[in-house]
């Protein structure tokens, strides 16, 4: 997995960029290692929005692109949330692909009461 994380109105400093690296372990088992993904944290200005840190990602796959957007009033507690929540996103893509492809796969299974028994 390719991981490039940005900030906005933010330093990404060594620690925060290594806590993105360790949360997003979960994600990099279960995408290809060519698999591109952009992490954008940022803080919000207005004093209005309680929840200013936000943690935004893009996760380029074959064939689709997953976006996803946590805020919360701490840092890490985005990022955490950001991370389980592309894995679900992940997870529901490959069960629908593994799902279709069984539906194809699979001879239809024809009902006992309906088969005629062989006549001797």
Excluded: C, F, W
Excluded at 8 to 30: A, F, G, M, P, T
Excluded at 38 to 56: D, G, R, T, Y
Excluded at 73 to 79: G, L, N, P, Q, V
Excluded at 83 to 100: E, G, M, P, S, T
């Amino acid at each position: 997995m390719q991981l490039h994380v940005k900030g906005k109105n933010l330093e990404v400093n060594d620690s925060i960029r290594s806590y993105v690296e360790q949360k997003l372990q979960k994600l990099d088992r279960r995408v290809h290692e060519l698999t591109e993904v952009e992490i954008e944290l940022a803080v919000e200005k207005n004093p209005s929005i309680a929840e200013s840190q936000v943690a935004e990602a893009t996760v380029h796959l074959k064939g689709h692109t997953l976006r996803a957007r946590e805020a919360a009033h701490d840092m890490k507690a985005a990022i955490d949330e950001l991370a389980d929540k592309l894995v679900r996103q992940v997870k529901d893509i490959h069960d629908k692909r593994v799902h279709v492809r069984k539906q194809v796969d699979e001879p239809p299974v024809p009902d006992p009461a309906q088969v005629e028994p062989p006549e001797a």
